[in-house]
């Protein structure tokens, strides 16, 4: 296996157990390995989309703009402007001469037509290397409509998707203080980094409304432009996505001394640890005896469900590869609690402690990777024999090809994975696909040798 993998990526890759725990990560990809992160204009993307009262325009190319969030699975309960894609559509000409007049008319259009709360100006590529001035354009065009109108500088090639989430959260930064923060409750908190995946936010939001919670900003999921210009009001950010928005806590602290404690809403464990959490900050004691009542509550329903999957699932085995490291953490729990064995574990932007961490709580023998490209997952997950593969858009069509269940935990997916009711929505997905009666019907079992043999003699009878 070993010289399958590329030089320059060995040290990337990790194998528990085999030598002291190493890795790099927060590097560029290498150059023709095709790798499976996204560029820094996606990066942003992600992340501002779910404001959903806000004109998102992409200066650029129109095929930067086919990438929409409609194909996602954030719900807005209001507003749906976000599921809209603009674009410039920069031509040749335009190359030549500049976009920037193109841009400003383009802005006045659909400030005009739609009448948003705000609107965000995404540079891309070949913004970068012409020269517009978005910032310029922006000002004028803010001071003309009397809108926030903000430029995010997320040229692709200037970086990873990390970047993208560092541009996103600048120009959120500058709607925040902003708004006004009267009447916001002393147990108050912003949600950052939950993208409201088939409604996800807002089973949260109730969870932190029985134990007494204001919520008063959703960054970015369901988002709204007058929640964020009000969210320093909050007395504690409650990070999710810390790859995607923690830029934005940290900034919010340093100015208005917010603080801020990372969560996860998946899986049983940390889904009640991040009630715990809240109600701990706050020093509540009636707070914690209720969040106690909600984790009681939830798992008398979801329990003995569970038992009923993880007999059927006890032993197989399960690979993970994310956007970000930290939603990778609560997988390995989830599937432990259905008796499954994680066996490769990797994201596109995780840094070291969060490779550290998951050494710590994976298996000897697991693969631990940063930044993998489908070759090597493809390698992977016929070295490890893996029953099911988690990830994405990218990663689906790398187990449908091998032969392996699949399931989609990312932006994606149209069903809700977070909270007490997404661990069983998890376990039935987890079960349906690997004890799904198809896999009998494809060579997933056989080694590469016998199947290359029946390929050759395949090919040979259609000679």
């Known amino acids: 296996m070993a010289e399958q993998i590329f030089a320059e990526r060995q040290n990337q890759i990790h194998r528990k157990g085999r030598k002291p725990f190493a890795i790099e990560c927060d590097k560029e990809s290498l150059a023709g390995a095709v790798s499976q992160r996204a560029c820094v204009f996606c990066g942003s993307r992600v992340v501002l989309y779910p404001i959903a009262d806000a004109v998102h325009l992409v200066h650029g190319p129109i095929g930067c703009a086919v990438y929409t969030w409609d194909i996602r699975g954030a719900l807005s309960s209001g507003p749906e402007l ?35 709360k705000a609107a965000f100006v995404y540079s891309t590529c070949i913004v970068g290397i012409i020269g517009d001035d978005l910032e310029a354009v922006c000002k004028k065009v803010a001071a003309e409509k009397g809108i926030p109108v903000l430029p995010v500088q997320s040229e692709g090639f200037k970086g990873n998707k990390r970047a993208g989430y560092e541009a996103a959260c600048n120009a959120m930064f500058r709607l925040v203080g902003t708004g006004e923060i009267a009447n916001i409750a002393k ?42 210009k009000r969210a320093h009001g909050a007395a504690l950010n409650v990070v999710q996505c810390s790859g995607a928005t923690m830029i934005l806590a940290n900034l919010m602290k340093e100015k208005y001394g917010t603080p801020v404690i990372r969560v996860s809403y998946f899986g049983i464990e940390d889904m009640a640890e991040s009630l715990y959490a809240v109600a701990n900050h706050f020093g509540d004691r009636q707070m914690l005896e209720r969040a106690k009542e909600i984790v009681r509550q939830e798992l008398e329903i979801l329990v003995p469900t569970l038992k009923k999957y993880r007999a059927a699932l006890t032993g197989k085995k399960a690979a993970i590869y ?23 574990v990797g994201s596109q932007t995780g840094t070291k402690e969060d490779y550290q961490e998951l050494q710590e709580i994976t298996d000897d023998g697991t693969i631990i990777v940063d930044d993998a490209n489908p070759l090597e997952l493809s390698s992977f997950l016929q070295e490890k024999e893996v029953d099911i593969f988690v990830g994405g858009v990218k990663e689906r069509p790398i187990a449908y090809k091998l032969g392996i269940a699949f399931c989609d935990h990312n932006h994606e997916r149209k069903e809700m994975l977070a909270g007490f009711a997404g ?17 009998r019907l494809v060579p997933r ?19």
Do not use: C
């Open 445 to 463: 079992k056989l080694n590469q040798k016998t199947a290359l043999q029946n390929f050759d003699s395949a090919r040979s009878a259609e000679l």
């Open 82 to 116: 976000h599921r809209l894609s603009f674009s410039t559509d920069l031509q040749e000409k335009d190359v030549i001469f500049g976009g920037e007049q193109k841009l400003h008319d383009a802005l006045n259009e659909l400030i005009d037509r739609y009448q948003p």
């Open 423 to 439: 661990m069983m929505n998890f376990a039935k997905e987890v079960y349906g696909s690997v004890m799904s009666p198809v896999w």
């Open 322 to 344: 994310v956007g970000g490291a930290f939603k990778a953490f609560s997988l390995v729990k989830a599937f432990r609690h259905l008796g499954m064995q994680v066996v490769m």
């Open 187 to 228: 147990h108050s908190i912003n949600i950052l980094g939950d993208f409201n995946l088939a409604g996800e936010i807002w089973l949260i939001r109730e969870y932190f409304k029985r134990m007494g919670v204001e919520v008063v900003a959703n960054i970015t999921g369901d988002g709204r432009v007058d929640d964020i």
